[in-house]
Protein backbone atom coordinates (compact mmCIF):
# COMPACT_ATOMS: atom_id res chain seq x y z
CA UNK A 1 0.00 0.00 0.00
CA UNK A 2 2.42 2.61 0.98
CA UNK A 3 4.70 1.65 -2.14
CA UNK A 4 1.91 2.45 -4.44
CA UNK A 5 1.47 5.72 -2.41
CA UNK A 6 5.10 6.38 -3.41
CA UNK A 7 4.86 5.11 -6.89
CA UNK A 8 1.56 7.75 -7.73
CA UNK A 9 3.00 10.39 -6.12
CA UNK A 10 6.07 10.18 -8.04
CA UNK A 11 4.04 9.85 -11.26
CA UNK A 12 1.98 13.48 -10.34
CA UNK A 13 3.23 16.25 -12.84
CA UNK A 14 5.09 19.06 -10.68
CA UNK A 15 3.77 22.48 -10.85
CA UNK A 16 6.86 23.68 -12.67
CA UNK A 17 7.45 21.97 -16.36
CA UNK A 18 11.07 20.28 -17.04
CA UNK A 19 12.27 21.60 -20.33
CA UNK A 20 15.47 19.98 -21.24
CA UNK A 21 18.72 22.33 -21.33
CA UNK A 22 19.13 22.44 -24.63
CA UNK A 23 16.16 24.43 -25.40
CA UNK A 24 16.21 27.05 -23.59
CA UNK A 25 19.91 28.91 -22.32
CA UNK A 26 20.18 28.93 -18.72
CA UNK A 27 19.58 32.39 -16.90
CA UNK A 28 23.20 33.46 -16.84
CA UNK A 29 23.34 33.09 -20.38
CA UNK A 30 19.83 35.04 -21.34
CA UNK A 31 20.96 37.53 -18.13
CA UNK A 32 24.22 38.60 -20.29
CA UNK A 33 22.43 38.38 -23.69
CA UNK A 34 20.31 41.42 -22.54
CA UNK A 35 22.98 43.27 -21.46
CA UNK A 36 25.02 42.42 -24.37
CA UNK A 37 22.24 43.28 -26.93
CA UNK A 38 21.92 46.25 -24.92
CA UNK A 39 25.52 48.05 -25.17
CA UNK A 40 25.18 46.69 -29.04
CA UNK A 41 22.61 48.80 -30.00
CA UNK A 42 22.96 52.50 -30.70
CA UNK A 43 19.74 54.79 -30.12
CA UNK A 44 17.59 52.04 -30.61
CA UNK A 45 14.89 51.42 -28.74
CA UNK A 46 13.62 47.31 -27.64
CA UNK A 47 10.03 46.64 -27.56
CA UNK A 48 9.55 45.08 -24.14
CA UNK A 49 7.06 42.21 -23.45
CA UNK A 50 6.24 39.68 -20.87
CA UNK A 51 5.58 36.30 -21.04
CA UNK A 52 3.50 34.77 -18.78
CA UNK A 53 5.68 31.52 -18.37
CA UNK A 54 8.75 34.29 -16.78
CA UNK A 55 6.86 35.47 -14.43
CA UNK A 56 5.72 33.80 -10.76
CA UNK A 57 3.39 35.05 -8.99
CA UNK A 58 2.07 35.18 -5.54
CA UNK A 59 -0.76 36.81 -2.73
CA UNK A 60 0.31 38.36 0.08
CA UNK A 61 -1.71 39.71 2.63
CA UNK A 62 -1.67 43.53 2.62
CA UNK A 63 -0.60 46.51 5.01
CA UNK A 64 -1.33 49.89 5.41
CA UNK A 65 -5.00 51.89 5.03
CA UNK A 66 -7.71 50.27 4.79
CA UNK A 67 -8.47 49.13 8.21
CA UNK A 68 -9.44 45.06 9.47
CA UNK A 69 -10.13 43.91 5.42
CA UNK A 70 -6.80 45.35 4.52
CA UNK A 71 -4.86 42.82 6.83
CA UNK A 72 -7.02 39.66 6.40
CA UNK A 73 -7.58 39.43 2.73
CA UNK A 74 -4.93 38.14 0.39
CA UNK A 75 -5.15 41.37 -2.44
CA UNK A 76 -1.69 42.39 -2.72
CA UNK A 77 0.13 40.84 -5.46
CA UNK A 78 3.98 40.02 -5.87
CA UNK A 79 4.89 39.03 -8.90
CA UNK A 80 8.79 38.40 -10.16
CA UNK A 81 10.11 38.47 -13.26
CA UNK A 82 12.50 35.44 -13.16
CA UNK A 83 15.55 35.91 -16.22
CA UNK A 84 16.05 39.80 -14.54
CA UNK A 85 15.11 38.77 -10.76
CA UNK A 86 12.89 42.06 -10.72
CA UNK A 87 10.15 42.07 -8.32
CA UNK A 88 6.99 44.07 -7.89
CA UNK A 89 4.28 44.34 -5.26
CA UNK A 90 1.26 46.39 -6.01
CA UNK A 91 -1.72 46.78 -3.55
CA UNK A 92 -3.47 50.07 -5.42
CA UNK A 93 -6.76 48.51 -5.88
CA UNK A 94 -9.05 46.27 -3.46
CA UNK A 95 -10.11 43.62 -5.73
CA UNK A 96 -7.33 41.04 -6.78
CA UNK A 97 -8.05 41.31 -10.68
CA UNK A 98 -6.87 45.34 -10.56
CA UNK A 99 -3.88 44.57 -8.37
CA UNK A 100 -2.72 41.84 -10.67
CA UNK A 101 -3.38 43.95 -13.73
CA UNK A 102 -1.44 46.90 -12.01
CA UNK A 103 1.20 44.57 -11.13
CA UNK A 104 2.03 43.67 -14.23
CA UNK A 105 1.83 47.52 -16.22
CA UNK A 106 4.58 48.25 -13.17
CA UNK A 107 6.90 44.88 -13.77
CA UNK A 108 6.54 45.81 -18.07
CA UNK A 109 7.92 49.54 -16.66
CA UNK A 110 10.45 48.52 -14.67
CA UNK A 111 11.58 45.92 -17.01
CA UNK A 112 11.42 48.42 -19.57
CA UNK A 113 13.74 51.15 -18.00
CA UNK A 114 16.03 47.71 -17.15
CA UNK A 115 16.79 46.85 -20.77
CA UNK A 116 16.54 49.86 -22.52
CA UNK A 117 17.87 52.67 -19.73
CA UNK A 118 17.67 56.06 -21.36
CA UNK A 119 15.98 54.77 -24.31
CA UNK A 120 12.90 53.83 -22.43
CA UNK A 121 9.62 55.49 -22.28
CA UNK A 122 9.96 56.92 -18.64
CA UNK A 123 13.18 58.47 -19.35
CA UNK A 124 12.07 59.78 -22.64
CA UNK A 125 8.96 61.55 -20.82
CA UNK A 126 11.29 62.75 -18.00
CA UNK A 127 13.73 64.01 -20.68
CA UNK A 128 11.04 65.85 -22.84
CA UNK A 129 9.69 67.45 -19.39
CA UNK A 130 13.23 68.66 -18.42
CA UNK A 131 13.83 70.37 -22.10
CA UNK A 132 9.93 72.12 -22.06
CA UNK A 133 10.75 73.18 -18.60
CA UNK A 134 14.48 74.26 -19.69
CA UNK A 135 13.42 75.96 -22.82
CA UNK A 136 10.19 77.94 -20.69
CA UNK A 137 13.03 79.14 -18.52
CA UNK A 138 15.04 80.72 -21.09
CA UNK A 139 12.16 82.53 -22.20
CA UNK A 140 11.11 83.51 -18.97
CA UNK A 141 14.91 84.92 -18.85
CA UNK A 142 15.32 86.32 -22.48
CA UNK A 143 11.59 88.43 -21.92
CA UNK A 144 12.85 89.97 -18.66
CA UNK A 145 16.25 90.59 -20.00
CA UNK A 146 14.34 92.76 -22.88
CA UNK A 147 12.48 94.69 -20.03
CA UNK A 148 15.29 95.43 -17.77
CA UNK A 149 16.94 96.77 -20.96
CA UNK A 150 14.14 98.99 -22.45
CA UNK A 151 13.60 100.20 -18.72
CA UNK A 152 17.55 100.79 -18.58
CA UNK A 153 17.35 102.85 -21.83
CA UNK A 154 14.05 104.56 -20.46
CA UNK A 155 15.84 105.72 -17.52
CA UNK A 156 18.84 106.98 -19.62
CA UNK A 157 16.70 109.33 -21.89
CA UNK A 158 14.60 110.38 -18.46
CA UNK A 159 18.19 111.82 -17.43
CA UNK A 160 18.76 113.31 -20.37
CA UNK A 161 15.54 114.79 -20.42
CA UNK A 162 16.14 115.59 -16.79
CA UNK A 163 19.49 117.49 -17.39
CA UNK A 164 18.26 119.53 -20.34
CA UNK A 165 15.75 120.46 -18.22
CA UNK A 166 18.26 122.03 -15.90
CA UNK A 167 19.85 123.78 -18.24
CA UNK A 168 16.65 125.91 -19.61
CA UNK A 169 16.30 129.38 -17.90
CA UNK A 170 16.00 128.41 -13.96
CA UNK A 171 12.06 128.80 -13.65
CA UNK A 172 10.62 126.80 -10.83
CA UNK A 173 7.90 125.18 -12.30
CA UNK A 174 4.37 124.55 -11.14
CA UNK A 175 1.74 121.98 -11.98
CA UNK A 176 -1.45 122.56 -11.04
CA UNK A 177 -3.72 119.74 -9.50
CA UNK A 178 -6.81 119.73 -7.55
CA UNK A 179 -6.18 118.68 -3.91
CA UNK A 180 -9.01 116.33 -2.92
CA UNK A 181 -9.44 116.70 0.85
CA UNK A 182 -10.24 120.48 0.42
CA UNK A 183 -11.48 120.65 -2.95
CA UNK A 184 -9.98 123.98 -3.89
CA UNK A 185 -7.45 124.99 -6.72
CA UNK A 186 -3.88 125.01 -5.73
CA UNK A 187 -0.54 125.22 -7.40
CA UNK A 188 2.05 123.01 -5.92
CA UNK A 189 6.11 122.89 -6.59
CA UNK A 190 6.83 120.39 -8.43
CA UNK A 191 9.12 117.69 -6.66
CA UNK A 192 12.40 116.24 -8.87
Known amino acids: MFIRLLRTASRTPSRRAWT ?9 TILLG ?29 SGKGGQKINKVRNCVLLT ?25 LLLQ ?4 HVNGELSKRSQKIDKLRRKKA ?9 YAKTTETK ?12 DDEDSDGDEECDDFIDLQEHRFKAKKKTK
Open 135 to 143: SRRAKSKQK
Open 152 to 163: EVEEGEASEDQS
Open 20 to 28: PPSSTPPLQ
Open 81 to 105: HVPTGLQVQCQKTRSLDGNRRAARK
Open 34 to 62: IQQFSADRSKQRIDVELNESDLTESFVKG
Open 110 to 113: KLDD
